[in-house]
């Protein structure tokens, strides 16, 4: 469905301002790029800050009014950094975005206006929603590009497609686990670190610290590797201190 969002700039002044959207949507999977009177359109500056998304800057559609660029779309949703006198809905981008998406079977627009001043009043009044960023209100100055590439970001995610690739995990088993706990309060013991008679409250501690890790398979197989090495070593050791002592 990102295929029907339109991403739409309204009589933007600096062309790498363009450029620099483009390779915004494109790191996000969206395509549709329209501009509405650009100063500056087609330009050097703006292929060069595109990076890489020139086929986006090839596909602009440059349209000379704003009933051009919504031509076909059923749901706008306007940008603006400016609290406004109006009655309108505003949302930040992470409430607005699902809005977006559950229009999107058709087309849909995120209108963002010139660098100086935004949006005209007249052009937010032909939004359904108004979507503000919530900055830092002692610096609120934004740069076209990033928060075409904040909204489009979250559009991502409102679109389900918010998956970094993280590898699976694959847990340990149950019995697994508990292996590795028998053998862990049986060293501890062994080498005295725990009271054998009163194990109970720090083995809950320790429980819980593992729990945490969520351990796979072969990271219980290295920790008891460790710990059958370290009941060795410390068997050796008293060893050691017998035949010294009997010598």
């Known amino acids: 469905m990102l295929n029907n969002v ?15 959207a483009a390779r915004a949507m494109k790191t996000m999977g969206l395509s549709r790029l329209y501009l509405i009177n650009p100063r500056f359109f087609p330009d050097a500056q703006a292929a060069a800050m595109a990076a890489g998304a020139d086929d986006i800057l090839a596909k602009a559609v ?3 009014t704003l ?19 109006i009655s309108q809905e505003v949302l930040a981008p992470r409430e607005a975005m699902p809005l977006v998406m559950q229009q999107a079977q058709q087309p849909v627009a995120l209108l963002f206006g010139t660098e100086m001043s935004g949006l005209t009043n007249d052009e937010l009044a032909r939004c359904q929603l108004m ?26 995610l409102a679109a389900g497609q918010g998956d970094c690739g993280a590898p699976e995990v694959n847990p340990a088993s149950a019995e697994h686990v508990e292996g590795f706990f028998r053998q862990l309060e049986e060293t501890l013991v062994e080498i005295e670190f725990l009271n054998g ?3 109970t409250k720090l083995m809950h501690k320790l429980r819980r610290l593992y729990a945490r890790a969520r351990l796979e398979p072969e990271e ?25 002592q009997s010598d």
């Open 131 to 156: 979507v503000r960023i919530p900055v830092n209100p002692d610096f609120s100055s934004l740069n076209l590009a990033a928060a075409v590439q904040l909204v489009s970001y979250e559009l991502r």
């Open 197 to 199: 008679k009163h194990p």
């Open 67 to 85: 009933d051009e660029a919504l031509q076909g779309a059923v749901f706008v949703a306007g940008m603006s950094a400016r609290v406004r006198d």
């Open 220 to 244: 219980v197989n290295i920790l008891r590797g460790i710990l059958t090495l370290t009941t060795q070593y410390h068997g050796q050791l008293k060893r050691d201190v017998s035949n010294v």
């Open 62 to 64: 440059v349209c000379a």
């Open 6 to 20: 339109r991403v739409i700039l309204s009589h933007t002044s600096h062309p790498g301002n363009i450029g620099a």
